[in-house]
């Protein structure tokens, strides 16, 4: 399934799993186009704020979120060789 949204003014997709749209929030959705958006510009800084308007998800607009750029850590794990 494409989920179709607007960041910021700009239209782009997001390809998910049908399952995937079951189980998220529209919450979810708009923090992955967030995600997906910025992602695809990587000679940009990330705005603070993202509008995000997720115009078609499996037929209904969900409306306009507003979503805040956190930074959090991120781990990495590695393995370690057996003792």
């Known amino acids: 399934m494409i989920v179709y ?3 910021n003014g ?4 997001l390809p998910l ?6 189980n998220a929030t529209a919450e979810d959705l ?7 958006f ?3 510009r990587p000679g ?3 705005s603070l704020v993202t509008l995000i308007h997720l115009q078609d998800v499996d037929g209904k607009d969900l409306g ?11 781990f990495t794990a ?4 057996a003792a």
């Open 17 to 22: 799993p049908s399952v995937y749209l079951e």
């Open 64 to 74: 306009i979120f507003e979503v805040r750029r956190d930074m959090r850590p991120i």
């Open 44 to 46: 940009e800084a990330p």
């Open 38 to 40: 910025w992602r695809e």
């Open 78 to 81: 590695t393995a370690l060789p």
């Open 5 to 7: 949204y607007g960041a």
């Open 30 to 36: 708009a923090e992955l186009a967030a995600s997906m």
């Open 10 to 13: 700009i239209s782009g997709e």
